[in-house]
């Protein structure tokens, strides 16, 4: 008998493919205006300083598709699973990735997002675009909307956070769970964002025998509108000159690759604030292809098949 096969569509926000593409990328996420030549510059310049020549970004997603295929394929040898990416402001994008599936001829389709923690503003509209092309092309999609506290994903967190933890030599440190901020507007629509990553911060301090911990926001938008806070950078200045911390371990819980919001927004601005004060801060390592992500993942995505 024939396996079924299932195309799972795995979402991201994206990066450009090189720094040639990071004008074409920063347009798409203006919704198609241009960026000014001050914007352009300071966005290049950011990409230069964490890639220095290189640019691996993209590969992390690329690993992790390829990565999740072949655990799904492994524990699940009943069915025949290809994974497809779709990108939110780059190439393939989410429609590409739902259009390649129907020529692939899977019976249907799974959509999950490199994101634990649901937001409509994120996951949400990540799911609204890949249903519309696949409600015009036919193809029967179900969503992963999050998976924040899948036992798998707080055991590699919590690995990470008490591995990071022993480089402080046993002096006391303030952990800062953090994650990318939205509008503020999200709260009063009752979006479950700011919750989640709450009950993801509070499952991983517990199981790391953490006491001392709170969260912060980071990477907002540079618009008219007010953005979720307060942000990180604030908080590491607040928390030394407050309450005189002098060690930060960073536990960016909102991000599993290593990209720009955590090898410049962390790895260099905040390092770089928490310097000028005297202070250590350190992050944890990010999950990108981790076996206990690429677990959690194919959980999630199996599970959806039998709903």
């Excluded at 690995?159 to 030599?169: A, H, I, K, P, Q």
Aim: glycine letters at 6%; charged letters at 20%; proline letters at 5%.
């Amino acid at each position: 008998m024939e396996r079924e096969h299932i195309g799972v569509l795995v979402m991201s926000y994206g990066t450009p493919e090189s720094m040639d593409h990071i004008e074409q990328y920063y347009t798409h996420i203006r919704r198609g205006h241009a960026p000014s030549v001050e914007q352009l510059a300071e966005l290049t310049e950011r990409y230069e300083a964490i890639v220095g020549g290189v640019f691996p970004l993209r590969q992390h997603t690329n690993d992790q598709v390829t990565t999740l295929e072949a655990t799904l394929n492994q524990a699940h040898p009943d069915k025949r699973f290809s994974c497809y990416q779709g990108l939110k402001h780059a190439s393939p994008y989410i429609e590409d990735g739902v259009e390649q599936m129907v020529k692939a001829g899977v019976s249907r389709g799974v959509g999950i997002v490199l994101a634990p923690h649901y937001s409509t503003m994120s996951v949400g509209a990540y799911i609204k675009r890949a249903q519309e092309k696949a409600d015009e092309l036919g193809l029967a999609m179900t969503f992963v909307e999050s998976y924040h506290l899948h036992p798998k994903l707080v055991q590699a967190l919590t690995e990470r956070v008490r591995t990071s933890l022993l480089g402080f030599d046993g002096e006391p440190v303030r952990v800062l769970f953090s994650a990318h901020s939205l509008p503020e507007k999200i709260v009063e629509m009752g979006d479950p964002y700011p919750t989640q990553l709450l009950e993801t911060s509070r499952a991983v301090a517990e199981a790391a025998g953490v006491a001392d911990w709170q969260f912060a926001w980071q990477s907002a938008g540079r618009t008219s509108v007010p953005w979720l806070g307060p942000d990180i950078l604030d908080v590491v200045q607040t928390i030394k000159q407050e309450e005189s911390i002098r060690n930060v371990l960073v536990c960016p819980l909102g991000f599993v690759s290593d990209h720009l919001e955590v090898l410049y927004d962390l790895d260099i601005e905040a390092k770089e604030v928490a310097a000028e004060l005297g202070m250590k801060l350190t992050r944890t390592a990010s999950l990108n292809s981790d076996p206990l992500y690429m677990q959690t993942l194919s959980d999630a995505v199996y599970a959806k098949l039998s709903e």
